[in-house]
């Protein structure tokens, strides 16, 4: 649609689906093991649902990990085609709408997929070792708040 044969670079392209098939092998991996991945789509245990076994929490995380690698590198090589390989004569104007979709859609990618990436780790981290980052039960800031907010911390208005 804007006159280029390739993408602007082809190999990137190509390691992109590597990357993003081995990313998708480990994740779907998790789901033919012994251990079971119990969770939601946040990829936490539910609070009322307590584990008998471990889940394949760190290796579904992972996946999802280094398939985010993969739409990162897609994402710059659209946003780089888009830019650079258009035919000469087509502004930003006259390009089809179908390109703007593509370039905002590749925009978002390189933009919310670290963020997204940066919270996998942190699930990844908390299951691996006992951070208590992401705290899901709900006693623990119960136990928290009341520690805290004692009758004894109040102090009394002075009367003058």
């Not at 789509?41 to 996946?63: D, F, S, Y």
Request: net charge positive; hydrophobic share 50%; with cysteine.
């Amino acid at each position: 649609m804007i006159g280029a044969k390739d993408l602007a670079f082809p190999k990137l392209n190509l390691a992109s689906w590597y990357i993003y098939m081995i990313g998708a092998a480990l994740h779907h991996s998790t789901r033919w093991s012994p251990a079971a991945l119990d969770t939601g789509w946040t990829l936490l245990h539910a609070v009322q649902h307590r584990r008998r076994r471990p889940a394949n929490v760190i290796p579904a995380a992972l996946g999802i990990f280094i398939t985010g690698f993969s739409s990162i590198l897609t994402g710059l090589n659209f946003i780089v085609t888009i830019h650079r390989m258009r035919a000469p004569g087509m502004t930003w104007f006259r390009m089809p709408l179908f390109l703007w979709s593509i370039y905002a859609t590749s925009l978002i990618m390189v933009l919310g997929t670290p963020v997204v990436a940066i919270t996998i780790l942190l699930v990844a981290a908390e299951r691996a070792l006992p951070l208590r980052l992401l705290r899901s039960d709900a006693s623990a800031a119960t136990r928290c708040c009341s520690s805290t907010c004692s009758g004894s911390t109040r102090t009394r208005r002075s009367t003058s």
